[in-house]
C-alpha cells in the first residue's frame, strides 16, 4: 500500500515568515495530493490540492508543488500570520480510490 | 451549505454500553466515510458508504456498526468498546466516488471509553 512521509514533525516560524513542509509518498500510482489544515477541536479541512498532471498550484499565500520523478511534494505558505498556527497533513491517493494515505503531520506554531 | 454535522461533540461511555454517533450533511454528497483519530495523529479511515452502500470496511471490530439509513445520515453504532477505542471519530462526506471529490469534514466526537 501507500506510504507517505511527512517533514518536519513541527515547525515554528516568526510571523511574515515563510513555511515548507515536505512529503514524499511510495506508491507511483497515486496521482492526487491533498494538503489538509487542522486546527484545535476541529475536523480536518482541505486548504489546496495536486493532481499529477500539474508541477505547481498556487492560492494566494498557499502554493504546492509536486515532483513525480522524485516522488515528492510540498507545501509553502509565504507571510505566515497566527491564524496559520494548526496541525497540517499531506495525503495521496489515486483519484479512482476512497482512501487517502495520510501523512504524520506537522505541527506549524507562528509566533507574533 | 458546506457542513458536515456531528452529534454528540463529546461522550463518555462504559464498556457494557450501547451508544450512537451521528452525522448529517446535506450537500448532496453520495459518498460519506468514518475516521478515528487518535491524538497528534493523521485520521485513520473506518469505512465508506458509496451511494448508501457499504463499499469499504477497513477491517474494523464488529463492536463498531456503520448504517446509513438515507443518503444525508450516517451512523455508528458502539458496542462492547475498550478504552482503547477513545478517540476523536471524524465523519466527511465527498461528491461522488474516489479521492478525486474534496472529503469535507466535521467537527468530530470526542469518545472517552471508561
Known amino acids: 500500500g501507500e506510504n507517505v512521509e511527512q517533514h518536519p514533525s513541527t515547525l515554528s516560524v516568526q510571523e511574515g515568515d515563510s513555511a515548507v513542509i515536505k512529503c514524499t509518498y511510495s506508491d507511483s500510482a497515486s496521482n492526487y495530493f491533498p494538503w489538509y489544515k487542522q486546527e484545535l477541536g476541529k475536523g480536518p479541512q482541505l486548504i489546496i490540492d495536486i493532481r499529477s498532471n500539474v508541477g505547481e498550484k498556487k492560492d494566494q499565500r498557499i502554493a504546492v508543488t509536486l515532483n513525480k520523478t522524485a516522488k515528492h511534494f510540498s507545501l509553502h505558505i509565504t507571510e505566515t500570520q497566527p491564524e496559520d498556527s494548526a496541525v497540517y497533513f499531506c495525503?495521496?491517493?489515486?483519484?479512482?480510490?476512497?482512501?487517502?494515505?495520510f501523512g504524520a503531520g506537522t505541527t506549524v506554531t507562528v509566533r507574533a | 451549505d458546506t457542513e458536515v454535522t456531528q452529534t454528540p461533540k463529546h461522550l463518555v461511555m462504559g464498556m457494557t454500553n450501547k451508544k450512537s454517533l451521528k452525522c448529517e450533511q446535506h450537500m448532496g454528497h453520495r459518498a460519506m466515510y468514518w475516521y478515528k483519530q487518535k491524538a497528534k495523529k493523521p485520521p485513520e479511515l473506518m469505512f465508506v458508504y458509496s451511494y448508501e452502500k457499504l463499499s469499504i470496511n477497513e477491517s474494523v471490530p464488529s463492536r463498531f456498526s456503520p448504517e446509513c439509513p438515507n443518503s444525508s445520515l450516517l451512523n455508528l453504532h458502539l458496542h462492547a468498546l475498550q478504552p482503547e477505542d477513545s478517540a476523536l471519530y471524524l465523519c466527511?462526506?465527498?461528491?461522488?466516488?474516489?479521492?478525486?471529490?474534496?472529503?469535507?469534514f466535521g467537527p468530530g466526537t470526542r469518545l472517552t471509553v471508561t
Open positions: 466527511a462526506s465527498s461528491q461522488g466516488q474516489g479521492a478525486r471529490d474534496e472529503q469535507y
Open positions: 495525503a495521496a491517493a489515486r483519484s479512482n480510490d476512497y482512501k487517502l494515505s
